[in-house]
């Protein structure tokens, strides 16, 4: 009888770790979407640097959704790579299309990025 006591409590310590886990910001969540958009772009970055990318989902109903789970690409990663999380990184110089989608749903938006040359190497 005394597991059957400690068993829940064992279970209410486990659910609530991740919860107090101190990871700070929001969580992305899937959700489906119906349109994909890119608040903040990165026209231009200097070969060597990098640029922060923002984009927002929306769903069909018209909710925003700002920590929707999105996959973002480059079609030309000799020239600009992008991250999980939209930061962009110039490799070398020229012009890539950053693309962004919904994980789930079928949302997407492009940017394109020109990379200039490294003035200050």
Known sequence: MRTQ?????????????????????PTAIEIPLAEVEIVTGCPT???????????????????????AVLRWSSNANSIVQVDNDGR??????????????????????TSRVAVFGCTKC
């Open 45 to 67: 970055v200097d070969e060597g640097s990098t640029c922060q990318m923002v984009a927002r989902g929306i769903t069909a109903e018209g909710q925003i959704v700002t920590n």
């Open 88 to 109: 962009v990184f110039g490799i070398s110089p020229g012009t890539a299309v950053i693309t962004v989608e919904a994980a789930l749903g079928q949302g997407t938006d």
């Open 5 to 25: 006591r400690i068993f829940p409590g064992i279970l209410a310590t486990a659910l609530l770790l991740p919860a107090c886990s101190g990871e700070s910001g």
